[in-house]
């Protein structure tokens, strides 16, 4: 079971990016499927959220990069991705994808109960 986040890299303010999230070893539209991230000397927070398809493929966005960042899956490719538009400054950090593989999850999940993390991917935002 692994999970691996990928498409960081360096960006202006304004810019666009699209982070993937793709799984080895089982598939992902089972399970909800979460975005983090961390900047450098602050904890881990949480970004976005989608449910499996099995419940009802909701999501959510965190206020702080709601309007901007779009959650969807491709269930064809086993892949989750993060369509992040309007970056910041303050956006610059690694971000994870993640999950508690429980079947049929649904979004919120509890932070504790994330159970398998992808290596990070970074994102720098230049001013």
């Known amino acids: 079971v692994q999970l691996q986040a990928s498409g960081g890299g360096l960006v202006e303010t304004g810019g666009s990016l699209r982070l993937s999230c793709a799984a080895s070893?089982?598939?992902?539209?089972?399970?909800?499927i979460g975005w983090f991230r961390q900047a450098p000397g602050k904890e881990r927070e949480g970004v976005s959220c989608?449910?499996?398809?099995?419940?009802?493929?909701?999501?959510y966005v965190a206020e702080s990069v709601r309007g901007r960042f779009i959650v969807s899956r491709d269930n064809a490719k086993n892949t989750v991705y993060l369509q992040m538009n309007s970056l910041k400054p303050e956006d610059t950090a690694v971000y994870y994808c993640?999950?508690?593989?429980?079947?049929?999850?649904?979004?919120?999940?509890?932070?504790?109960?994330?159970?398998?993390w992808g290596q990070g991917t970074l994102v720098t935002v230049s001013s």
């Open positions: 070893g089982f598939t992902l539209d089972y399970y909800a």
């Open positions: 989608i449910s499996s398809s099995d419940s009802d493929g909701s999501t």
């Open positions: 993640a999950t508690d593989k429980v079947p049929g999850g649904s979004c919120p999940v509890e932070y504790g109960r994330y159970r398998y």
